[in-house]
């Protein structure tokens, strides 16, 4: 066994890297890496992807592994999870650590399960006890209670981290690229990806935006949220949605935040029509700085938030969005 | 009125062993549970007369949530 650090890299679907990839290689690089005396190291799974070997080095890897691969081309849970499981076991790293992203909830926990290794998902903290096992604090119980857990003597220890939880730090490094020496072969795969469609937006994906303009089921319509699209982009936010707005058809599922949507973590999050739910707040408790907008005096969400309005929607968010969009143009 | 056979199945059956099992399996160990301890500024703005804001108090609510999340929070 090695005393390597690693982490895998989140790809979006424009073949770029995920932000949560830099923050975790930031807070691996001192709280993990520095302090087992290992090098940290980056894993790229992907085909064409060798290139962000040096994008990775910026923030600190000393080494890269690669697996570049016709198979890894789209996200294949199971080719991603042969393809890292085999790297495992070929390498035998003490520490891999992903981005608690769709991909890495799908296949990071499989992983663990074929190479015999402790997983925790969704860290809010990560660090190394003094005899060196790895330590990580992550919201449970609706985000009402952190757990502090500790590894065993299993290796690799392994963890994925919330996306915004961590600041980047770069720190340049040359890293030696390795050829991971792992083929996928198209027989072993049951499922294959026949087509990939993605949708057009030039909002920030949700789960690692800055800022989130939630609305609830009290805009009332679709037609009505185009009030949470406008403020997100006259913000340069993404838009959410709490599960009572997804249930009634207003938006996509895609949008949902929550205990059974996606959970975020950005420096603002404005909550227009939300009344706070328990299940929602598990989604996003955990942001900086929580708004709320809602005409219900007594909705839970005011217990909860920085700053509010107690009006209706639809008179505040107009000449909110408008005051926005003057400072905005004013620079 | 329907008889069932349940079968004994031990977990030697199912290709486990008794020392992978519940805590002496565990691979991870929860050794502290703590409350989040994030502290809410709890600012909200009323209307004068009740709580919700109407007519010409909209606009000025507005530019004070403004203010607080320029000035103060400094998020926009």
């Known amino acids: 066994m090695s005393n390597e650090v690693w982490v895998v890299s989140d790809m979006k679907l424009d073949g770029s890297v995920r932000k949560v990839t830099f923050e975790a290689l930031s807070e691996a690089k001192s709280k993990v890496a520095g302090k087992l005396g290992g090098p940290l190291c980056g894993v790229l799974l992907g085909s064409g992807v060798s290139g962000f070997a040096e994008e990775l080095g910026k923030y600190g890897a000393e080494k890269v592994y690669v697996v570049d691969d016709e198979q890894l081309k789209d996200f ?181 935040v929550g205990q059974t949507g996606k959970a975020v973590s950005p420096n603002l999050y404005i909550a227009i029509a939300v009344s706070g739910a328990v299940q929602h707040f598990a989604g996003m408790g955990s942001s900086k700085i929580i708004v709320a907008i809602n005409k219900d005096p007594e909705a839970p969400i005011f217990e909860k938030c920085d700053y509010g309005i107690v009006g209706d929607l639809f008179d505040v968010i107009p000449p909110f969005t408008e005051k926005v969009k003057s400072i905005v143009s004013e620079g | 009125m329907t008889t069932v056979t349940l079968s004994d199945i031990n977990v030697g059956d199912l290709g486990l062993s008794e020392a992978g099992l519940g805590k002496e399996g565990a691979r991870v160990k929860t050794v502290k549970l703590q409350v989040p301890q994030i502290e809410r500024k709890l600012k909200i703005i009323k209307g004068s007369d009740e709580p919700m804001v109407k007519g010409a108090e909209v606009e000025k609510s507005a530019e004070e949530l403004i203010a607080l999340l320029r000035d103060e929070a400094k998020v926009i």
Request: a negative charge; one cysteine or more; hydrophobic letters at 35%.
């Open chain 1, 76 to 256: 294949n849970t199971e080719a991603y999870t042969i393809a890292l499981s085999e790297l495992i076991k070929k390498h035998e790293p003490a520490v891999v650590i992903a981005g608690n992203t769709v991909f890495g909830q799908d296949y990071f926990p499989r992983v663990a399960a074929r190479v015999g290794a402790g997983v925790t998902m969704d860290a809010i903290e990560i660090g190394m006890t003094d005899d060196n096992k790895l330590q990580i604090e992550r919201y449970s119980h609706s985000s009402k209670a952190i757990p502090t857990q500790v590894f065993h003597d299993h290796h690799p220890m392994m963890t994925t981290v919330r996306p915004n939880s961590f600041k980047v730090v770069e720190d340049q490094k040359t890293p030696e690229v390795v050829d991971g020496g792992v083929e996928i072969n198209a027989a072993d795969l049951k499922i294959k990806t026949i087509e990939l469609k993605t949708k057009e937006s030039d909002r920030p994906e949700l789960t690692e935006a800055e800022r989130v303009v939630t609305g609830g089921r009290g805009l009332g319509s679709e037609e009505n949220f185009k009030h949470i699209y406008e403020l997100a982009d006259v913000l340069g936010a993404a838009a959410g949605a709490t599960r009572a707005a997804v249930d009634a058809g207003y938006c996509p599922y895609d949008m949902q």
